[in-house]
Every structure is written in C-alpha cells, then in structure tokens.
C-alpha cells in the first residue's frame, strides 16, 4: 500500500499529535488509514488452516497495537514498525492456536475430523478403534490417519499453556474441575512422589493421575472429564512434554 | 507362524539412524507408530506407543543438544512390537547423564509392558503388546 507524499506528511502529522494527546478519534484515523496492511499481512498467512476473517481481525489488534506505541520522532516509517508488530501478532496466534505453522491445511482439518470420528467409533464398537478402523471411517490411508496424528501433536513443544486447536473444550473442562476440587486430594498426595508434578496446572495434573496412577484408559478419562479423548491424549503429550523440561531445567 | 519353531523370533525388523535432534526423533515416533498400525494396534496403543518413544528417547538424548545418533531397532511380532535404541553420542557430550525419574518410571509402566534403560550402554528397550 502507498500514500502520496500529501497523505504521508498528513498520517505522520496525525502521529505526532496522538503520541501528544493520545485521542481516541485520532486513534481511530490512523488504525483506518492503515487497515489495507493488516489485511495485506493477514492474506500471507491465509491457507494455513484458520479463517481469512479471523486473521484480519489478528493482524488488526497488530496494528492497534503498533498504533499506540509507535514513536514518530525515532525516524522508522510506520509501516516497516506496524509490519513487524502484525506478523508477531499472526504467529503468536498460529502457535497460541497450537498449530505449527508449516502443519499442511489438509492435515490439521483431517485430525480434526479424527478427533469426532474416535469418539463416535470408541462408543459404537466399545473400545478404541484400530489405524486401520479409523482409515476406512474416514476415507484416507492409514498412513494419512498416522501423519494427521502426528501433525496434529505438533503442538507438543509450542506454548503449554495455549488452548488446544479447535476446541472450545478447555473451558468447560476447568470449570468442571473446580467443581472437583476436593477429588484432588489423592492427586495432591501423590504429587509428594515428585515435587515436578505440582508444576503442572491442576487439571493436567489430575490427567495425571487418573491415566498413570490410577491406571484409566484415555478413552475413561475423556468420559469422566466429559472432553474428546483426542484432547486428554494432546494434554497428557504436553504434559510428560513439560516435566522432562522442568526435570532437566 | 504357528509352526515354526522359531516363532518367538522376529517377524519382521525395521533399522533407523536418525541425528538426534527433537526435530528427528520424530520420525521415530512416526516409524513406531506405522508398524504398530500394521499389527492392528488401536488408537490408544499407538498413542501411548508414542508417548513411551518421547520419554525413553528424551532421557536417553535430552534436548538434542548433544550432537550425535540415535540408532532405532524395531522388532515385529506377532501382536507385539520391540523397539531398541541406542545413542552414539560425540565427544562434545554436554555431559547429562541418561536416566529415568521415578516418576518416568511410573509413566512407563502404565504406557508400555516391558522397559528397561541401560545408563552405562546408552540404550533402551521396550515392548508393546497388542491387547
């Protein structure tokens, strides 16, 4: 995008004096005037699994936050500042999303399609289907299932405490177990066994225990906690993840 | 094989050398858990495939910081799987010693049927068994 020199002298006038009065209405003008970029950066990053509208509406808390804290008497052009500010705001939201930003499209909409098609199988058969029960559900090769699987753990080393990709589980799983608060009496004596543990948030470290301590089955901990068995298999994963880091930290 | 005398043998071996890096291991994880589709496994076992693979290869090379190889055996047979690693590390060693935390250990037993880590050699064995 390029302003003529009336335009940028005008925007770099209107900086100078919102870095004064910080108005919101000249506020407003200079986040208008320069909307053309966030959705400029936001394109680039289209097609990697997540909604075009949602990354606009990404890169333009970018760009408002470049507009509050850009200085104009430092001699940087606003929009080299504001580019460098939106492209962070879009990755930290592909790695807060938990994707890995290289994740092909495909993978990360075929591992989310697995996640409801292991409940349904797990309750329809009665235990948890095999690769190859999962392939013929799902139309793909078993191969395809294993790569979606591991693709869709590839969160495993991104932000702990991020909320898993399409869910909108982690909520309601919280505020279930602070209704269960006196069960974590057992996980709270057990956590004794290593002081790593308590280094996990309550609900992981309840995972925990159910799934190794208490020997449940993932599938018994998604019906118990009421979330997919997929997302108790991504919190265990990020787990065990964390506590070899804090043991070797 | 129902007959051969031999049955207790491996089916089938799969050999892996990969650099050991966290970027590379994956593909160890990837391996295991394409044999163990191919024995039927189900979800849950293959996941928990991978996770044992994580935490039994992180105690053997950390971080990846030590540059060096990971050597991967895998062992078929019928209804289980034996996976072997052993780490040739450089003498740029960061000096960390491999092992296992109690609670590792803990972990482990409820992921797979049989692991053991062998600090001196710098390797580990472990077997998954389909139910």
């Keep these: 995008m390029t302003f003529d020199p009336a335009q940028r002298e005008e925007l770099r006038q209107k900086f100078v004096a919102f870095a004064e009065t910080r108005s919101p209405l000249l506020r407003g003008e200079l986040v208008t005037a320069h909307l053309g970029l966030a959705e400029y950066l936001a394109r680039r990053f289209n097609n990697r699994g997540e909604p075009l509208d949602d990354l606009v509406q990404v890169a333009s808390v970018g760009l408002l936050k470049a507009v509050d804290r850009f200085d104009p008497v430092r001699g940087v052009e606003f929009s080299t500042y504001a580019t460098h500010t939106i492209v962070g705001e879009l990755k930290r939201h592909f ?19 697995l996640g409801k098609i292991i409940a349904n199988l797990s309750q329809e058969i009665g235990r948890s289907p095999t690769i190859a029960e999962l392939a013929t559900e799902a139309q793909v090769s078993e191969e395809e299932v294993l790569e979606a699987l591991e693709a869709g753990q590839a969160y495993r080393f991104a932000s702990l405490d991020a909320p898993s990709p399409g869910d909108d589980e982690g909520d309601a799983m919280s505020s279930r177990l602070g209704v269960e608060d006196n069960q974590m009496e057992g996980a709270e004596h057990r956590a004794t066994l290593s002081p790593l543990l308590s280094t996990l948030p309550a609900r992981e470290r309840r995972i925990l225990q159910l799934r190794f301590f208490d020997g449940l089955t993932q599938s018994e901990i998604a019906t118990q906690l009421g979330i997919s068995q997929m997302h108790v298999s991504r919190l265990l994963a990020r787990s065990l993840a964390q506590l070899r880091q804090a043991a070797d930290a | 094989m129902p007959n051969d005398p031999l049955a207790t043998d491996a089916v089938e071996a799969v050999d892996l050398s990969v650099p050991t890096s966290p970027e590379l291991v994956r593909l160890a994880r990837v391996t295991a858990s394409g044999l163990a589709s191919r024995l039927g496994f189900t979800y849950e076992e293959v996941e928990d495939l991978r996770l044992a693979i994580d935490e039994l290869c992180y105690a053997l090379v950390g971080k990846g910081h030590v540059s060096g190889t990971l050597r991967l055996h895998y062992a078929i047979f019928d209804g289980s799987l034996e996976i072997e690693g052993t780490a040739d590390v450089g003498a740029d060693s960061d000096g960390r010693s491999p092992h296992l935390s109690e609670l590792s250990e803990l972990i482990l037993d409820a992921l797979v049927d049989e692991h053991s880590l062998d600090v001196e050699g710098l390797h580990f064995r472990l077997v998954k068994r389909r139910v």
């Design chain 1, 95 to 113: 790695r807060d999303k938990g994707w890995a930003v290289r994740a092909p499209r495909r993978m990360q909409e075929l591992y989310l399609r």
